[in-house]
């Protein structure tokens, strides 16, 4: 019995598909943008900064000195609170990733999350100078209201005041991020990044030691000074010095957690 082999059909060619392109860094930016609002943490938050601002306006319209009135009275003020809430805004852009159990899509979609972080990072050193300009919009409107009212409504605002409350305003940010690389928790996070410095501004006052050194480290003493005009190279050394320790040092640890940490 003799068999035949079919003559083997022409190997068909796989289909040739374009190259997936990986998603640039200003596209995952503006979706990290997009992210810092879809949440509804994210959104009241945004939205509770422009009313503490516009609500410090109002109040210093309503009780201030009419001779007191002016545009950096009503600016350096509203400044204060929002620096304290601009840090969770950092965590939470961080932290809901896990939080949230997105982490799982996103770093599926963009594998290498030094870039996810990286867009993160530029979404809310956007969103904090998106808060300045808003400040400074607010204290214009309150400045005009003054002049029109009887107030002294005088605009004699240094432009090195302004660049010295934006530095404020991304330090501040950047360390609620740092942070939130660190711990990776919404709540700890929070709680750790309030406590922390609250634990070591207090420590420094009863230990007496300590207090040379806070000088340097303690943050609420090095950011004192650039709510004003007139800063110092000294004082640019030590708000330099305490960001290391605060900023640099748990955004470096908070990195090098983030993109071992395993996504289950």
């Known amino acids: 019995m003799t068999t035949t082999t079919a003559p083997a059909a022409g190997a068909v060619a796989p289909p040739q598909h374009a190259p997936v392109r990986r ?5 995952l930016t503006g979706v990290e943008l997009r992210k810092l609002v879809d949440t509804r943490a994210g959104r009241w ?3 509770t900064i422009g009313l ?3 609500a410090i306006v109002v109040l210093l319209l309503i009780f201030g000195e009419d001779a007191e009135l002016t545009f950096v009275t ?6 204060l609170p929002v620096s304290v809430l601009l840090p ?16 799982l899509t996103t770093y599926a979609l963009v594998p290498r999350r030094e870039r996810v972080v990286a867009a993160k990072l530029i979404a809310v050193v956007l969103a904090a100078l998106a808060s300045l300009v808003a400040i400074l919009g607010v204290a214009a409107v309150g400045t005009l209201v003054a002049s029109s009212s009887g107030g002294a409504g005088t605009w004699d605002a240094d432009g090195s005041l302004i660049l010295h409350a934006g530095v404020v305003q991304v330090a501040s940010v950047l360390m609620g991020a740092a942070f939130g690389l660190l711990l990776l928790n919404p709540p700890l996070t929070i709680v750790g990044y309030l406590l922390l410095p609250t634990l070591w501004t207090v420590l420094s006052q009863l230990v007496r030691p300590l207090r ?4 340097w480290l303690d943050t609420s003493q090095t950011m004192e000074p650039f709510f004003t005009s007139d800063v110092t190279g000294e004082q640019w050394a030590r708000l330099g010095v305490s960001l290391l320790l605060w900023l640099v040092l748990p955004l470096a640890l908070g990195m090098v957690r983030t993109i071992r940490r395993e996504v289950s």
Do not use: Y
Not at 23 to 27: G, I, V
Not at 74 to 79: I, K, N, T
Not at 212 to 215: A, K, N, R, T, V
């Open 45 to 47: 938050l945004l939205i």
């Open 88 to 103: 969770v805004l950092g965590i939470l852009s961080i932290t809901s990733e896990w939080s949230q159990r997105t982490a």
């Open 23 to 27: 998603p640039s860094l200003l596209r």
């Open 52 to 54: 503490v601002s516009a």
């Open 74 to 79: 009503f600016f350096v003020p509203s400044l």
């Open 212 to 215: 040379g050194p806070s000088g």
